[in-house]
Nanobody, 124 residues
Framework: QLHVAESGGGLVQPGGSLRLSCAAF????????IGWFRQAPGKEREGVSV????????NYADSVKGRFTISRDNAKNTAYLQMNSLKPEDTAVYYCAAGLYYSNNVHYSSYEYWGQGTQVTVSS
């Protein structure tokens, strides 16, 4: 079955780091753009970061610029979101999505495949 799956979430103290992974199953990820999204309790889902099929173009939400880094390893069929200097307001369920069309707008959401999400909690 074609799908993507996130992993790497957890509980981290403020200022800490986590790396999320997004693995593709049943299809070749290098044909797809990747978007990362998050949804905090009581809030709407928001775009966090995007990366083009080749990895040459990326974009970030203002709230995470300079702290998060999106990347991909097409040989491993996996994309990543490295999150540094985490803040309590980064607490959310994080989702990855894969799509055949690339938009550098982090809010673009017409992706073909969505993961189930992984919880990130930033708390002391």
């Amino acid at each position: 079955q074609l799908h993507v799956a996130e992993s790497g979430g957890g509980l981290v103290q403020p200022g800490g780091s986590l790396r999320l992974s997004c693995a593709a199953f049943g299809f070749t990820l290098d044909d797809y753009a990747i978007g990362w999204f998050r949804q905090a309790p009581g809030k709407e889902r928001e775009g966090v970061s995007v990366i083009s099929m080749s990895g040459e173009d990326t974009n970030y939400a203002d709230s995470v610029k300079g702290r998060f880094t999106i990347s991909r390893d097409n040989a491993k069929n996996t994309a990543y979101l490295q999150m540094n200097s985490l803040k309590p307001e980064d607490t959310a369920v994080y989702y990855c999505a894969a799509g055949l069309y690339y938009s550098n707008n982090v809010h673009y959401s017409s992706y073909e495949y969505w993961g189930q999400g992984t919880q990130v909690t930033v708390s002391s």
